[in-house]
């Protein structure tokens, strides 16, 4: 979690969030692309995970200055949280982690668990007018899934408008607290059966909330993946429609 609160300035423009990019570098770069150069970018962390480049991920994501936090997978990677060793085949933790440059790693575990945005909606004001909470899972649970119908059952952050979370991999929006819960979805490995590369967008002036999705050659990152060896289940769900 931030100690200090990110103050962004007014851009008169929406923030745009991403979420579960899981080193899927052509989802990842079709978003970006997608995005305008000057925007303000927040990811909700699992940056890592599942697929094939990892190091190339981070650089992107550092050299775009994406705000990031840490996802779960990101934890896994770092050692900072654990998971079943039957897992790995699909996870691909051991492999990410002996992939990564020292610098991508350092970089990785520098990023917070969570993150607090304030900005404002009007060049000319001075007072924050409107806050985010990223968060992965939940506020308090990386691990944990937040979906359009599970039950809240954490205290909503104080002074927040908007709650953004990831690791369900669906996009969603729902009112929830006093504010509400965004999740953009995941740029990696969609998993709502619509292929593409998911994320959204929040405009602080006319607090709306926007969603998108970015379409890269899935059929030849899905080649790449089979002659690097990622476990069939992982690749046929970037297309899944059914």
Same mark, same amino acid.
């Given at each position: 979690m931030s100690s200090l609160p990110l103050l962004l300035p007014y851009r008169g423009a929406p923030v745009y969030i991403i979420a579960d990019v899981h080193a899927n570098l052509p989802a990842l770069q079709a978003v970006l692309d997608s995005i305008p150069p000057s925007a303000d970018i927040v990811c909700a962390g699992d940056l890592l995970g599942y697929y094939t480049e990892p190091n190339e991920v981070c650089q992107l994501l550092r050299e775009r200055k994406v705000h990031c936090i840490k996802g779960n997978h990101d934890k896994y990677v770092l050692g900072e949280l654990s998971y079943s060793d039957s897992r790995e085949s699909k996870y691909r933790?051991?492999?990410?982690?002996? &992939?990564?440059?020292? #610098? +991508?790693?350092?970089?990785?575990?520098?990023?917070?668990?969570?993150?607090?945005?304030?900005? &404002?909606?009007?060049?000319? &004001?001075t007072p924050v007018d409107t806050a985010?909470?990223?968060?992965?899972?939940?506020?308090? +649970?990386?691990? #944990?899934?937040?979906?359009?119908?599970?039950?809240?059952?954490?205290?909503w952050p104080d002074a927040m408008d908007y709650l953004v979370l990831g690791h369900t991999h669906h996009p969603m929006q729902r009112p929830a607290g006093a504010g509400i819960i965004v999740n953009p979805g995941s740029v990696g490995q969609a998993r709502d059966r619509i292929p593409g590369a998911c994320y959204a967008s929040i405009d602080a002036h006319s607090r709306t909330v926007e969603f998108f999705r970015a379409n890269y050659d899935i059929d030849a990152y899905k080649n790449r993946l089979r002659e690097a060896g990622i476990q069939e289940a992982m690749i046929e769900i970037l297309s899944r429609t059914a």
């Amino acid at each position: 979690m931030s100690s200090l609160p990110l103050l962004l300035p007014y851009r008169g423009a929406p923030v745009y969030i991403i979420a579960d990019v899981h080193a899927n570098l052509p989802a990842l770069q079709a978003v970006l692309d997608s995005i305008p150069p000057s925007a303000d970018i927040v990811c909700a962390g699992d940056l890592l995970g599942y697929y094939t480049e990892p190091n190339e991920v981070c650089q992107l994501l550092r050299e775009r200055k994406v705000h990031c936090i840490k996802g779960n997978h990101d934890k896994y990677v770092l050692g900072e949280l654990s998971y079943s060793d039957s897992r790995e085949s699909k996870y691909r933790i051991q492999s990410t982690r002996e &992939s990564l440059t020292d #610098e +991508n790693l350092k970089w990785l575990s520098s990023l917070p668990d969570a993150l607090e945005l304030r900005f &404002s909606t009007d060049e000319k &004001s001075t007072p924050v007018d409107t806050a985010l909470y990223v968060a992965h899972g939940s506020p308090h +649970n990386a691990e #944990e899934y937040i979906y359009k119908d599970t039950e809240i059952g954490f205290a909503w952050p104080d002074a927040m408008d908007y709650l953004v979370l990831g690791h369900t991999h669906h996009p969603m929006q729902r009112p929830a607290g006093a504010g509400i819960i965004v999740n953009p979805g995941s740029v990696g490995q969609a998993r709502d059966r619509i292929p593409g590369a998911c994320y959204a967008s929040i405009d602080a002036h006319s607090r709306t909330v926007e969603f998108f999705r970015a379409n890269y050659d899935i059929d030849a990152y899905k080649n790449r993946l089979r002659e690097a060896g990622i476990q069939e289940a992982m690749i046929e769900i970037l297309s899944r429609t059914a």
